[in-house]
Each structure stands twice: as structure tokens, then as C-alpha cells.
């Protein structure tokens, strides 16, 4: 009578280890195209060239990209910096200053800037603190709705510019401060000795004072006068050094580049006290990070796996044994774990000799082994190769190993009085 096996599972293919592979990861590569596609919408509906308002980088409409390329074709060099230390280094004697948004300068970042050698220097839209350094005779005085006025002044460049955009900021020169000849142009209607563009000697050095920065945006350079105003306040020197101060340039706290030695920065530290890397951090961040944190706890406490008592259920059908040990063998044979076939094999083969040798349950497996030799009558090395040898190397091999341990149990349990080699001989 023919016994009838299960037949052995059918390899593996290619195909279908992708198509299970593929059923894993297709929600990963779901989630990777979203946020792919979501990235490209948002390149393609946002204007190329962003970046910060007067910005000489900037392509945007608050930009002052253009402005910064007309005077690069006229022959002059522009140099775009972000900290104070290479303002100070780069503007030397035949340079042009221009410092936009000078209000974020620290104490020591303007007193870095304003030690530089530069004979002219343009503020942007500086604050009553900015003109206290550069230009102690210009005061601030007031906001005023923007709008195309003439220069009415005596400023050479101004007169060939005429009509610009003027307004937002104005400033009016203090005759007890200011030295001789320094000049107010487009002046407002209601204070004619305030205007938005002033032009100041101080020490040796002449400073302007811009009060509208639509003058060198992109959008509004090409309206009325306003390139002209422009172009023939930042380029009077061979070179331009152009200032965008970084709100996060590190204070070094006992000074240095070209302005010595500087107080400390807006935020009130003292001189020489370092700040740590949450200082620099925006204030939004520690408390976003906390709620992200929440917000993550609760997940994993509503996602986790919630254990309790141990229900006790009838299994829906009943496995014998040998179609456990039978699927089991395969899993072996799927997974190539010979080594752990093996080792399974030998292990209970050697409790079964154990047992028929009525060997001390504390016998080591090498005792085992020198017993069963010695009980067989076989060689020691032959005993331990078989019983405590390395991992066969292939599926043969492993078919070997089981045969040669059947026949060492068939031959001990064959010997006369094995049941007592274990308790009246020592290994």
C-alpha cells in the first residue's frame, strides 16, 4: 500500500515575490507620491526667484535684483553679505555701504558696520538708533502715505533723477547736529523741511538716507525716476557692498572685526555671556514641538495594542502532530535554515539517548556523547561528529545526519544493559 504525502510546496517565483512585496509597500510608495506631487504643485503655482524684500538675489517683487544686475552692467561690483564682520572687511575705500532693513542691527553690529572705510553709505529705511551711529544730524520724523513728488533740493543726483516715488519714511537734518551741507530732498507737502531721501556729511564720509525702499524694488524700478534715484545713489563708487543682516549672526560678545568692541545684542544679554542654540530658536518652536509631542502619545495610546485577561478558546480544528512537525519541516526547507534543522535533529536525539541510557539529568551533551561511544563501541570522534558535529551544508548532507542518528539510537537501544551505562560507569 502506498502511503500519499502532501506534496511539497511550489517554488517560489519571481513574479510572485514581487506581488507580495509590492502588497507591503504599495501604501509607503502612496504616501512617498502625495508628498511628491503635493512638492511639485507647489513649485510650479509659486513665483520662482522668492527671497527677501531688497534682497540683491531676490527676482520677487519686493526684490532688488534688477537694480542690483543695471549696475553690474555699468561696470560695478556688487557684493551681497550677510554678516556684519564682511560688511566691515569688504568696504573699503572705494566702496558704496548699502544696509537694508538696519533696524534688526544689535549695538555691536552697527558699531562693527559703521567702523568700515566705505566714503558712502545708503540706510534704507533706518531707525531713529541706525541714524544715531551713522548719522547723528538726520532725525526721523514721521510716515506719510507713498506718492510721486519732485526732488526740490540741490542734490546733483536727485535733480537728474527727478519725480520718484516718495513718502513712507521721512527725515529732516538738525542744523545744530548736522555738518554743513547736508541736503533734504523730496520734502512732504504738510513738513517741507522733512523728505524721504536725505544726504548727510558725517566725518569725512557721506551718508544717505533712503526713506522709501520702493525705489529699488523690482516692481517699482522702472516707474517715473526711480531707477535713476537708484542707480545714482548705490553707484557712485567702482564697488557695492551690499549689507542683508542675518537676524541669527552669532554675537561674539567681546567685539571684533573692523568696530571693536560691541555691548551685546537687542535681546539685553551682556557683553560676553554666549547664547545657547534654543536662543536662536524662533518662540514658536518649543511649544509646537510639545503639542506635536501630545498629539503623538495619544496616538500610540489610541493605536496600541490593548492586552487583557487570557480568554481561553476551543481551537476551530484539531492538527495532528506529524502535520505540525510536517509543516514546520518545511518552513526549515523554505527558509534554508539547515543549521537549525540540525540542530533540532540532534537535540532530541540526544534526550532520547540520555533517557535510554538512564544518564543524570545534569549530564553535559559531551558526557552524553562519551557514553553513548562507549556504550556502542564506536569511536569517540565518529560519536561526537555525529552528535555534536558542525552544520551540514546542504540538503543531502542533512538527510546524512538523520540516518546516521537513527542508527545510533537503533544501536543503543540494541546494547545489553544500556539502561544502566549511565549510573555505574563515569565518562
Avoid at 527676482?59 to 556684519?84: D, K, M, Q, W, Y
Avoid at 525702499?213 to 553707484?235: E, K, M, S, T, V
Avoid at 535681546?267 to 498629539?295: F, I, K, N
Avoid at 560519536?383 to 543531502?396: E, F, K, Q
Amino acid at each position: 500500500m502506498t502511503q500519499v504525502t502532501d506534496a511539497p510546496p511550489a517554488p517560489e517565483t519571481v513574479a510572485t515575490r514581487l506581488a507580495r512585496r509590492w502588497s507591503r509597500a504599495r501604501w509607503v510608495v502612496g504616501v512617498g507620491l502625495a508628498v511628491v506631487l503635493s512638492a511639485l504643485a507647489i513649485a510650479l503655482t509659486t513665483g520662482r526667484g522668492g527671497g527677501a524684500d531688497l534682497d540683491p538675489g531676490s527676482t520677487g517683487p519686493g526684490g532688488a535684483r534688477a537694480v542690483a544686475e543695471i549696475l553690474r552692467r555699468e561696470g560695478v561690483e556688487v557684493a551681497r553679505v550677510t554678516r556684519s564682520t564682511d560688511a566691515a572687511r569688504l568696504a573699503g575705500g572705494d566702496s558704496t555701504l548699502v544696509v537694508v532693513n538696519p533696524k534688526v542691527l544689535s549695538p555691536e553690529q552697527l558699531e562693527r558696520v559703521g567702523g568700515s572705510d566705505a566714503p558712502v553709505v545708503v540706510l534704507v529705511d533706518p531707525d531713529q538708533i541706525v541714524l544715531d551711529a551713522f548719522a547723528p544730524g538726520v532725525r526721523a520724523a514721521g510716515i506719510r502715505a507713498t506718492q510721486t513728488r519732485p526732488p526740490a533740493c540741490d542734490d546733483p543726483d536727485a535733480r537728474a533723477a527727478g519725480e520718484a516715488l516718495a513718502g513712507s519714511h521721512i527725515y529732516l537734518v538738525d542744523p545744530a547736529d548736522a555738518e554743513p551741507g547736508s541736503t533734504v530732498c523730496y520734502p512732504d507737502e504738510e513738513h517741507r523741511r522733512a523728505g524721504s531721501y536725505v544726504v548727510a556729511p558725517v566725518g569725512g564720509r557721506e551718508v544717505r538716507v533712503v526713506g522709501q525702499p520702493r525705489i529699488l524694488q523690482n516692481r517699482y524700478l522702472a516707474d517715473d525716476g526711480n531707477a535713476a534715484l537708484a542707480l545714482r545713489a548705490l553707484g557712485s563708487q567702482p564697488r557695492l557692498v551690499w549689507y542683508v543682516p542675518d537676524p541669527l549672526e552669532p554675537s561674539s560678545g567681546g567685539g571684533g572685526g573692523s568696530g571693536g568692541g560691541g555691548t551685546g545684542g537687542d535681546d539685553g544679554t551682556r557683553a560676553g555671556e554666549r547664547r545657547s542654540l534654543l536662543d536662536l530658536l524662533p518662540p514658536w518652536v518649543v511649544p509646537v514641538t510639545l503639542q506635536l509631542a501630545v498629539a503623538a502619545l495619544f496616538a500610540l495610546a489610541w493605536r496600541a495594542r490593548r492586552l487583557g485577561r487570557l480568554v481561553p478558546e476551543p481551537l476551530p480544528v484539531v492538527v495532528r502532530a506529524a502535520e505540525t512537525e510536517e509543516g514546520r519541516a518545511r518552513l526549515y526547507r523554505q527558509a534554508g535554515a539547515r543549521g537549525r534543522a540540525a540542530a533540532t535533529l540532534r537535540t532530541a536525539a540526544l534526550r532520547r539517548l540520555a533517557s535510554r541510557l538512564a544518564i543524570d539529568p545534569d549530564t553535559t551533551p559531551d558526557q552524553v556523547a562519551a557514553l553513548v561511544a562507549r556504550a556502542t563501541g564506536r569511536p569517540a570522534p565518529e560519536v561526537y561528529g555525529i552528535l555534536l558535529g558542525t552544520a551540514p551544508n546542504d540538503d543531502g548532507a542533512l538527510v546524512a545526519l538523520a540516518d546516521q542518528l537513527d542508527t545510533l539510537e537503533r544501536q543503543v537501544a540494541t546494547t545489553p544493559h544500556a539502561g544502566r551505562t549511565g549510573r555505574t560507569q563515569e565518562p
